[in-house]
């Protein structure tokens, strides 16, 4: 039977080895939206100098890619941090996520597509984390309840491997963070999207829409 990992503890046993040898690490952060980064800022600028990574070539139209960079960039300068945060914009090319995801269009929200999806955006989180000397690189995504927060560490730790960086363990919907990232979200005044960010979840969103509102829902 294979063994259910609590990604948040291993999290927090790594954090409390680097304040015992007092060491503060480099994390890059790859963020997939200002409100899924809220409590992550907030919860690891604490203990890691955090540079945050803006690489989603997902993100489907080109105006909604950047009022969310927008609200990213507003977020970094706005959120108090133990340590100082800085953003790095890695505008990728949305060719780069229709190669990724070839076959897959179809297979809907949640899905192999968007397994693929994670792993180009956290592979290129890995090596550029590997390429600039980085201690640590994690993501937001399992920040969502409707991201398989299992799977993202798998493709991480893989990434890790690849590129011979360390992916640090996570699952922050624990310990409240979703809730508190809602809560961030309201104080901050941040866009929260309706939909994950490719064109495909905004499709199936619209299409959910239209049947709850042909049903009186």
Do not use: W
Request: glycine letters at 6%; charged letters at 30%.
């Amino acid at each position: 039977m294979k063994t259910i990992r609590n990604y948040q503890k291993e999290l927090e046993k790594i954090i409390e080895e680097n304040k015992k040898n007092g060491i503060v690490p480099s994390l890059l952060l790859h963020s997939c939206c200002a409100p899924c980064s809220s409590y992550c800022l907030e919860y690891l600028s604490q203990h890691f100098r955090i540079t945050v990574l803006y690489y989603n070539p997902n993100l489907y139209p080109a105006e909604e890619y950047d009022r969310r960079v927008g609200e990213q960039k507003r977020l970094i300068s706005a959120l108090p941090a133990k340590y100082p945060v800085s953003l790095v914009e890695m505008r990728g090319e949305p060719e780069e996520f229709y190669s990724a995801v070839k076959g897959l269009e179809q297979a809907g929200e949640g899905s192999e597509r968007c397994f693929a999806c994670f792993r180009l955006r956290l592979e290129r989180a890995a090596r550029y984390a590997e390429e600039n000397g980085f201690d640590y690189f994690t993501t937001t995504l399992t920040i969502s309840p409707l991201k398989n927060a299992q799977k993202l560490n798998e493709i991480g730790e893989e990434a890790g491997r690849k590129f011979g960086i360390r992916h640090l363990p996570s699952d922050f919907k624990k310990k409240n963070g979703y809730k508190r990232s809602v809560e961030l979200s309201t104080d901050y005044g941040l866009y929260r999207q309706d939909y994950c960010g490719c064109i495909f979840s905004k499709r199936e969103r619209e299409h959910g829409k239209q049947l709850r509102t042909q049903s009186g829902q």
